[in-house]
């Protein structure tokens, strides 16, 4: 499966994902490898990633997140919602991002 990504400053980002659960390898719009595992389970599709941070505080630590994509019965909200952790260390504060995105 193929995720094509517009972001708000224009820029664009392409993500490919297998979806019998084996790994693939992204970039990250810094250039950054992310490792993805993405499967269907029911209705939602999961994706894990895991990146290695490169800089700061943070350097060569694993960062995992595990997104949950859920498109309602009649198609026309998709709800995108991603939990953070470092590995090793925990859930990180503030760690549930969710996006809604409603079809127009």
Not at 16 to 40: F, H, I, K, W
Not at 50 to 69: D, F, H, N, Q, Y
């Amino acid at each position: 499966m193929e995720f094509f990504y517009v972001l708000p400053s224009g820029r664009t980002a392409i993500r490919n994902y297998a979806l019998d659960g084996s790994d693939t390898v992204n970039a990250e719009l810094d250039g950054t490898p992310a490792t993805d595992r993405a499967s269907m389970k029911g209705q939602k599709l999961i994706i894990q990633s895991t990146i290695e941070a490169t800089a700061g505080a943070l350097k060569s630590t694993p960062v995992r997140s595990m997104a949950t994509w859920v498109l309602s019965s009649d198609l026309k909200t998709l709800t995108v919602q991603k939990h953070y952790e470092l590995k090793g260390k925990g859930k990180l504060l503030g760690d549930t991002e969710t996006s809604i995105y409603v079809r127009q």
